[in-house]
């Protein structure tokens, strides 16, 4: 099979499937397998789906219907990794089975995702940063200045005793944020 480049009007062809970050960084979900956290991003993504063909319950929630050999034949997984990856996702509350009958495929409803706040975040943060720690964001928003490449005018000013003191916060201008975030 031959490489093939994109073409500069082609950038656009593909569609993603999305799968939310909190999964990734949320301790709820830590032992989640990665199949569960894409089988997750696979059944939002038939959520849209499922609001074409108007499957909604008399209660007003969407739902869907994806066997596990589906499931099994878009991630390239075999059945009893497939039926793990829904064990634990309804063990994680993320999907509810509901059963139809014999050899007819479950409903699924897809559940919404425990948010963690932004406390339990800073809290972890802080502590993390009095033991020596840093966070990767507290490290890459700290550069030195301190160096003889360098030649700002922070340099040589700073007067300070802490041990932070030859370094300077990152500071972005409003256009560049945008470059920054791949997700945006």
Known sequence: MDFIPYKANEYLENVFYQIPKELFVNAYYKDLSSDSKLLYGLL???????LKNEWIDEEGNIFLIFSRKEAGEKLNLSDK??????KQLTEAKL???????????????VGKINHISNTKIM?????ESRNGKSTSQESENLRCNNNKYNKNNYSNTSSKKNSYSNYEQRSYLPEELDNLYCNV
């Open 44 to 50: 939002l993504d038939r959520l849209s789906i499922s």
């Open 81 to 86: 990794t497939v039926t793990k990856a829904f």
């Open 95 to 109: 999907i509810y089975e509901k059963r139809q009958g014999f050899r007819k495929n479950n409903i699924i409803y």
């Open 123 to 127: 809290s972890r943060k802080i502590y």
